[in-house]
Structure formats: C-alpha cells, structure tokens
T-cell receptor, first 115, second 112 residues
Framework: DTEVTQTPKHLVMGMTNKKSLKCEQHMGHRAMYWYKQKAKKPPELMFVYSYEKLSINESVPSRFSPECPNSSLLNLHLHALQPEDSALYLC??????????????FGPGTRLTVL | QKEVEQNSGPLSVPEGAIASLNCTYSDRGSQSFFWYRQYSGKSPELIMSIYSNGDKEDGRFTAQLNKASQYVSLLIRDSQPSDSATYLCARGGYSSASKIIFGSGTRLSIRP
C-alpha cells in the first residue's frame, strides 16, 4: 500500500483567512514533503521533514508554515496568502530520507484558490 | 543548463505504437531516477524507478538508464489513449543537500 491522503481536496480562501492543509501516510515512511505545482509546471519543492524534523525549507514565504505533529502527519498552515499562491499543493512521502534518493509517493493534492 | 531536461512536446504517437520519452541530467552524482505520469489536474503517479545502468521492464513500460551518457528514457509499448498524460522525469537526491529534481515534463498524446 503506497497511499498518501490529503485533505481537503479543494480549498477556496480569502487573503485574510487562516486555513490548514493536512497530509497523512501510514506506510512508516521517514520523510515527508510539501510541493507546490502551478499549471503546466513541474512540482516545486517547499519543505522536507526527515524523522519529523524540518530538514529543508526552500526559502518559502512565512505565510506558509509547516508542521509535523508525528511521523504519519504533515500539516501546512496558511495565513495571509496572495492570489498568486493559488496552485495544487502536493504532499509526498518516502521510506528513505532525501539523501538516500528514495522513491517519493504523492498524495492526490489540494487545489487551493486564493481570492 | 537545467539539471533535468525533457522535451516539452507534445509528442503525438498513434495508438498501438511505441512511445519514446527522453530525459538528460547534468549531475553525475545522481544515483536514482524516476518516471512519473501526471494526468491534467491530478497528482504525479510513479511509473518506474531505475538505479542501475541498463533496462528495467514493468508491463508495457521499459525504463533505460545510461549513466555514462547521463540519459534516461521511458518506452511505452502498445500505446493506449489512456497513456495520454504529462510524463515527469526526476533524479533522486544523493546527499543531505541534494534533493529530487524534476524535469519540466513531456506531454504525450496518443491518437486513436
């Protein structure tokens, strides 16, 4: 089973709202990732957690705040977003940490629209 | 030079033919390579992973890796309309500072 789940599937929010995206995996994977993907572009890495610790932050604006409450869960807290932040937000996980070149499995994504 | 390069396409292939997707990479330290299929509006789905030089076959899909030439390819035999999608080539990380890098993707269209 290589399932990564994400909620919600769709989210519409105003620029003053606070919302959270959730990601869950029960495969015992040691690394979890957040990606942002715009139309016709490849996924763009935002954050990497290895063993529940933030290991990579790709200079993401502070209006995006990741959290890893435990080894199975990953959250992305959103606050004061801009319309250009509208995108598909993807969560992924891998058995190996990033330095081991492990296979990443993606969740279905959350389609975010910022008005 | 992009770290992972793919022809953006679209690549149009008749149904039943072999579709050949190509990818080159620049970092010789790369050890793992992946092909993902992505339908419009959906998330990437892993098709193949390959770590060693040579061919790796899985059903209608064959991945080929040539580390000397820094070249990865994906062959799809007996192409079906359902294979129409964007195919992302990626190279895996190999150090604490080296993360997975995606190519920009090749759009494949299978015409009936």
């Amino acid at each position: 089973d290589t399932e990564v789940t994400q909620t919600p599937k769709h989210l519409v929010m105003g620029m003053t709202n606070k919302k959270s995206l959730k990601c869950e995996q029960h495969m015992g994977h040691r690394a979890m990732y957040w990606y942002k993907q715009k139309a016709k572009k490849p996924p763009e890495l935002m954050f990497v957690y290895s063993y529940e610790k933030l290991s990579i932050n790709e200079s993401v604006p502070s209006r995006f705040s990741p959290e890893c409450p435990n080894s199975s869960l990953l959250n992305l807290h959103l606050h004061a977003l801009q319309p250009e932040d509208s995108a598909l937000y993807l969560c992924a996980s891998s058995q190996e940490v990033i330095a081991e070149g492990g296979t990443q499995y993606f969740g279905p994504g959350t389609r975010l629209t910022v008005l | 030079q992009k770290e992972v390069e793919q022809n953006s396409g679209p690549l149009s292939v008749p149904e039943g033919a072999i579709a050949s997707l190509n990818c080159t990479y620049s970092d010789r330290g790369s050890q793992s390579f992946f092909w993902y299929r992505q339908y419009s509006g959906k998330s990437p789905e892993l098709i193949m992973s390959i770590y060693s030089n040579g061919d790796k076959e899985d059903g209608r899909f064959t991945a080929q890796l040539n580390k000397a030439s820094q070249y990865v390819s994906l062959l799809i035999r007996d192409s079906q309309p359902s294979d129409s999608a964007t195919y992302l080539c990626a190279r895996g990380g190999y150090s604490s500072a080296s993360k997975i890098i995606f190519g920009s993707g090749t759009r494949l269209s299978i015409r009936p």
